[in-house]
């Protein structure tokens, strides 16, 4: 490996770190909130028979109406059962949104990995802001990004796709044709390169404005 590419993965690795840390903590955080709220699920019962006990319809009403609020509110957060997937997948559906970007997101993750955090976080990171980067170039009513994620038999399946102004991509090798600046593609080097050393499989394809990258990564 040349000095260059050391440094490279030096300055990838202390990203991904500095992600880790300042993300972890907030999905500790929203977890929190979702404990806190089944703790105060009898004071909301307790409050609403109050409420029934005095014929306070509207109160009712009004009571389930800001539970439910709240309720969406915790729900909105993606759960995997993995907290490092969360960690990511979170930050960047809220990166996602705040660029009026819509995201939808089936993923789940029932066992322990084998892979690394900082592969895991790699992976998801990088898929995840070039779904966003190619999303900014389209009216906002076009954009959309799906994720799914999920265990099929002993390996990891984990899927991106997103539209693209581009109706189909030209691919050189294993990549595909960007006009982006000098530098980025990395991204997607970088994942390549995790994939082949995990022994795991990738496919990117390009069809009718839709760009889709599966990725199988063995956990036995």
């Known amino acids: 490996m040349s000095l260059f590419s050391k440094q490279i993965d030096k300055q990838i690795a202390a990203y991904q770190r500095e992600l880790i840390d300042t993300h972890y903590q907030e999905v500790d955080n929203m977890y929190r909130q979702i404990r806190g709220w089944r703790h ?6 307790q409050m609403m028979k109050v409420l029934a006990a005095n014929g306070d319809m509207e109160g009712i009403k009004a009571y389930l ?27 960047k559906i809220s990166l996602a949104k705040s660029k009026k970007i819509p995201v939808q997101v089936d993923a789940h993750i029932p066992v322990k990995l084998k892979m690394s955090e900082l592969d895991l976080c790699c992976i998801i990171g990088n898929l995840f802001d070039n779904a966003i980067e190619a999303s900014l170039a389209l009216p906002e009513d076009q954009r959309l990004i799906r994720v799914y994620m999920d265990m099929k038999g002993t390996q990891l399946y984990i899927s991106f796709t997103n539209f693209t102004a581009v109706k189909k991509m030209v691919k050189t090798g294993k990549l595909f044709h960007t006009t982006k600046g000098e530098g980025h593609g990395f991204g997607l080097v970088r994942i390549d390169n995790i994939i082949d050393r995990l022994d795991g499989y990738l496919s990117r394809n390009s069809e009718d404005g839709a760009f889709t990258t599966e990725i199988l990564i063995p956990q036995m």
């Open 40 to 45: 105060d699920y009898r004071n909301h019962i």
């Open 65 to 91: 109406d800001e539970l439910d609020t709240d309720l969406n509110t915790v729900d909105t957060i993606v759960k995997t059962g993995n907290s490092m997937a969360d960690a990511i997948l979170n930050s």
